[in-house]
């Protein structure tokens, strides 16, 4: 059984830093593509990223881009998220997800998810 | 970018089925997958390539995709079908995933 573990949320500032990370277990981590996906308070669903199993390649929301970066380290089963120059409305609980398969594209979709972590960015 | 639009609510009784529609330009050429997320919990994947389903998912869940519109439908409703549910696609114009903006089912 695929299990995904989110931590690293938390309480930050505006302008502040965090990086969030993303256990998994179950699967062969280096075959799937990841994701991040958040949700504001009371909001739907938001993609903000995604890398390759290689860690090669990587996309972003344009409400993230240039200052969200993800990784990942196969070795570890971890993939992250490293966050800059927060917002308030970056206030979200994160989501990591595994997509189906090694490849982003037309039948890609987000098979298993982790329980979310709340990033509250507030003064 | 590419938007897919869902109603705000649907409200049905119990035994009834329920239609929750999401529409996008030429959404027919995409693969819908729809998504239930109830509160406090993390969403979990009801059907997939438009009409397939998950192992575990009751055969009550199905889906239909063709031209602007597609649909995930919910036949004989239960008081547990009470949930938001959102589509998502992949837009390989932009290679970005796209959310739906979700429907909150209502069982009355």
């Known amino acids: 059984e695929v299990q995904l573990l989110e931590s690293g949320g938390g309480m930050v500032q505006p302008g502040g830093s965090l990086r969030l990370s993303c256990a998994a277990s179950?699967?062969?981590?280096?075959?799937?593509?990841m994701t991040w996906v958040r949700q504001a308070p009371g909001k739907g669903l938001e993609w903000i990223s995604v890398i390759s199993g290689s860690g090669y390649n990587s996309y972003y929301a344009a409400s993230v881009k240039g200052r969200f970066t993800i990784s990942r380290d196969n070795s570890k089963y971890t993939m992250y998220l490293e966050m800059n120059s927060l917002r308030v409305e970056d206030t979200a609980v994160y989501y990591c997800?595994?997509?189906?398969?090694?490849?982003?594209?037309?039948?890609?979709?987000?098979?298993?998810w982790g329980q979310g972590t709340l990033v509250t960015v507030s003064s | 970018s590419y938007v897919l639009t869902q109603a705000p609510s649907v409200s049905v009784a119990p035994g009834q089925t329920a239609t929750i529609t999401c529409g996008g330009d030429?959404?027919?050429?995409?693969?819908v997958h729809w998504y239930q997320q109830k509160p406090g919990q993390a969403p979990v994947l009801v059907v997939y390539?438009?009409?397939d389903r998950p192992s575990g998912i009751p055969e009550r869940f199905s889906g239909s995709n063709s031209g602007n519109t597609a649909t995930l439908t919910i036949s004989r409703v239960e008081a547990g079908d009470e949930a938001d549910y959102y589509c998502?696609?992949?837009?390989?114009?932009?290679?970005?995933?796209?959310f739906g903006s979700g429907t909150k089912v209502t069982v009355l």
């Open positions: 179950g699967l062969d981590f280096r075959m799937y593509v």
């Open positions: 997800a595994k997509v189906n398969g090694p490849l982003a594209g037309r039948s890609s979709r987000f098979d298993s």
């Open positions: 030429n959404v027919g050429r995409n693969s």
């Open positions: 998502q696609v992949w837009d390989s114009d932009s290679d970005h995933y796209v």
């Open positions: 390539d438009d009409t």
